[in-house]
């Protein structure tokens, strides 16, 4: 008995160091997958990707304009963050959510874009954060 605790715990402690230690950890651009490089030769076009970190569950990656794109790790697109510097693609937009920010915003960019569980995480470049079901509903603004 003494022998499976001693056992379990050697296990658990092997398990949680292994995540721990990979939390961001640089990659080689070309280990992204394919679907993540190719979304953003479409959606960035001349915009290399210049720094790439993978964790357990994500990738990020960092465009020379200062862009940042978080993936899932299957590669389909989670975060566009511009950083206040540019639009995000409109073609990853929601339509809904694209009409009430034309409507509601008009002098108004989306700086970022985030897909959550709930819908969707907006910021704008009046920064302002607005919050989205997933049928494109506002549910909250935060500024």
Same mark, same amino acid.
């Given at each position: 008995?003494?022998?499976?605790?001693?056992?379990?715990?050697?296990?658990? *402690?092997?398990?949680?160091?292994?995540?721990?230690?990979?939390d961001?950890?640089?990659?080689?651009?070309n280990?992204?997958?394919?679907?993540?490089?190719?979304?953003? *030769?479409?959606h960035?076009?001349?915009?290399?990707?210049?720094?790439?970190?993978?964790?357990?569950?994500?990738?990020?990656?960092?465009?020379?304009?200062? *862009?940042?794109?978080?993936?899932?790790?299957?590669? *389909?697109?989670?975060?566009?963050?511009?950083?206040?510097?540019?639009?995000?693609?409109m073609?990853?937009v929601?339509?809904?959510?694209?009409?009430y920010?034309?409507?509601?915003f008009p002098e108004?960019?989306?700086?970022?874009?985030?897909?959550?569980?709930?819908?969707?995480?907006?910021?704008?470049?009046?920064?302002?954060?607005?919050?989205?079901?997933?049928?494109?509903?506002?549910?909250?603004?935060d500024?």
């Amino acid at each position: 008995m003494k022998k499976m605790r001693l056992f379990l715990v050697v296990l658990v *402690t092997m398990l949680v160091s292994n995540v721990a230690m990979a939390d961001d950890r640089p990659i080689p651009v070309n280990m992204l997958p394919a679907n993540a490089k190719a979304f953003v *030769t479409t959606h960035f076009k001349g915009q290399k990707i210049i720094y790439a970190e993978k964790d357990w569950n994500a990738y990020e990656s960092h465009l020379g304009d200062g *862009t940042q794109v978080d993936f899932y790790r299957n590669g *389909t697109w989670k975060k566009v963050d511009c950083n206040d510097f540019k639009a995000v693609p409109m073609a990853i937009v929601p339509a809904t959510i694209k009409n009430y920010v034309k409507a509601n915003f008009p002098e108004s960019i989306i700086t970022k874009i985030e897909k959550e569980p709930y819908g969707y995480d907006i910021e704008l470049s009046n920064e302002l954060e607005l919050k989205f079901n997933k049928q494109g509903v506002l549910m909250r603004m935060d500024d």
